[in-house]
């Protein structure tokens, strides 16, 4: 029951925050369903299927990364985390919910999305529905939890759609949402390391089992940064 109770008090205020919701949900949307849709109109189907799967890494980067990252600085700055520890909910179940929240809220704008472009775009469905929901699930998870650990590196709310630019601009590089830019080739296998670029190789390919040893990795890592560097309040306090 507290775990649900942090589900609602993320989603609730979530929710509430419009210009969140502009960011993090109206503009990622935009670019994974309208840039299919102008690539099917002036150039192809198959075009437009692969700038939609590359598309997957800013709905990862954004709906899950920046929003948590967002959500998070704001509550701790505002002191909300602070009291929520003083309600007998575990700094575990705190977090989780909030990660939880994030993630569900990540996967209904793919799921969204891809209902989205099969109708207006031609892109067809994912060949293992299955393997793209659990890849799809697991992805948003990871970079909800990375985006909880990063708040480290925030030093204000205000700061932190800013702070969060880089790792929006990177997961759209690797995976190819920029354009075609090239590389050394020295730099492509790294950035095939990052969890936005697993879960498009994965649905790209359909070899889940590479992408999931990189998830279960960045979640260690994770997990590893939250123990050691999250902040429950300012640093002012």
């Known amino acids: 029951m507290s775990l649900i109770a942090t589900f609602r008090l993320g989603t609730r205020l979530f929710w509430r925050d419009k210009a ?16 299919p849709l102008l690539l099917n109109v002036v150039e192809s189907a198959s075009l437009a299927t692969s700038v939609f799967q590359s598309a997957l890494s800013l709905l990862l980067a954004i709906t899950a990364f920046m929003s948590v990252t967002v959500a998070l600085t704001a509550q701790r700055d505002q002191l909300l ?16 919910g909030q990660i939880v929240s994030t993630a569900t809220q990540t996967v209904a704008m793919i799921v969204l999305s891809t209902v989205a472009v099969r ?15 659990a890849i799809v699930i697991a992805g948003s998870v990871v970079m909800a939890l990375l ?19 880089p790792v929006f601009l990177v997961a759209g590089v690797s995976a190819g949402a920029m354009g075609p830019i090239p590389l050394p080739d020295w730099l492509e296998p790294v950035l095939d390391l990052l969890p936005t670029t697993a879960v498009v190789n994965a649905v790209r390919t359909g070899d889940l089992a590479v992408a999931a040893l990189i998830l279960a990795g960045w979640t260690v890592a994770g997990l590893v940064a939250i123990r050691l560097w999250f902040r429950w309040e300012p640093r002012r306090s």
């Open 119 to 133: 109708v207006l775009a031609g892109v067809p469905l994912p060949d293992d529905p299955l393997g793209f929901a």
């Open 20 to 35: 969140v919701l502009l960011g993090t949900v109206v503009t990622p949307v935009g670019l994974a369903v309208g840039m």
């Open 81 to 96: 985390l602070k009291r929520l520890r003083t309600t007998g909910l575990t700094d575990g179940q705190i977090l989780f």
């Open 147 to 165: 985006g909880a650990a990063y708040t480290a590196a925030v030093p204000r709310a205000e700061l932190a759609s800013a702070y969060t630019m």
